[in-house]
């Protein structure tokens, strides 16, 4: 069984900043995701990696599938980018279908 | 852009009672999650299902849930008879094939309390 772990938990800072929120894994996977999950509840997912970099906007992931790691970044950061971040990851096949998740990154950008 | 729907949105039960979740899946795709979200913790995958029938099961997922494909467009989630424990965030996923290798798309949750 995967386990998965953010770091911060908790991150506050000002408009303007770049972000960086990390996630480790435990064993071998198939694909990692990044999630975005609003006050209200709700979860979008924002990249699949199953290796090197993807960029969306001002978002960047990146993972390094030797060392069992992650990073999201967020460049010029916004009060809007004020979030829950998860990483969940893809079991290398064999094992379940779903998810497994991290705890989150409550993200909290001050203007 | 195509979406994952759940009704409702918010479910006030009393304990013991059965309830349904409801989704609707994005139509092209091939597997269906439920996960669950305790308040303050962490999203725990409940079940997958595939062709038909369960693909995968957690250790949460016992004999008092169940989950069903009806009418090749909803997907349901049946609690038999509920628990003050059972009152969590509740997410239906579906992804293409299995979200190891692609991308999940998530509804927007129905927020189950049992009072």
């Known amino acids: 069984k995967n386990e998965v772990e953010q770091s911060p938990q908790n991150l506050t800072a000002q408009e303007g900043e770049f972000i960086t929120i990390n996630c480790s894994y435990s064993?071998?996977?198939?694909?990692l995701h990044w999630l975005q999950q609003h006050p209200g509840g709700g979860i979008v997912s924002l990249f699949m990696l199953s290796s090197g970099k993807k960029k969306h906007g001002r978002l960047i992931a990146t993972i390094n599938i030797q060392e069992k790691h992650s990073s999201l970044h967020i460049t010029a950061s916004h009060p809007r980018d004020s979030a829950v971040y998860i990483c969940a990851v893809g079991d290398s096949g064999g094992g379940a279908d779903g998810l497994t998740f991290g705890k989150g990154t409550h993200l909290i950008i001050q203007p | 852009e195509p979406e994952v729907t759940q009704t409702p949105s918010h479910q006030v039960t009393q304990m013991g009672q059965e309830v349904i979740l409801r989704c609707v899946p994005i139509?092209?795709?091939?597997?269906f999650y439920w996960y669950r979200q305790i308040l303050g913790q962490k999203v725990e995958f409940l079940v997958s299902?595939?062709?038909?029938?369960?693909?995968?099961k957690s250790e949460i997922f016992d004999d008092q849930f169940s989950v069903e494909r009806p009418d090749g467009s909803n997907f349901t989630l049946k609690i038999r008879s509920t628990k003050l424990e059972d009152s969590a965030m509740y997410f239906c996923a579906s992804s293409k094939i299995r979200t190891g290798g692609t991308e999940a798309f998530f509804g927007q949750g129905t927020r189950l309390t049992v009072v």
């Open positions: 139509s092209n795709h091939l597997y």
């Open positions: 299902f595939y062709n038909n029938e369960i693909s995968e």
């Open positions: 064993v071998g996977i198939s694909a």
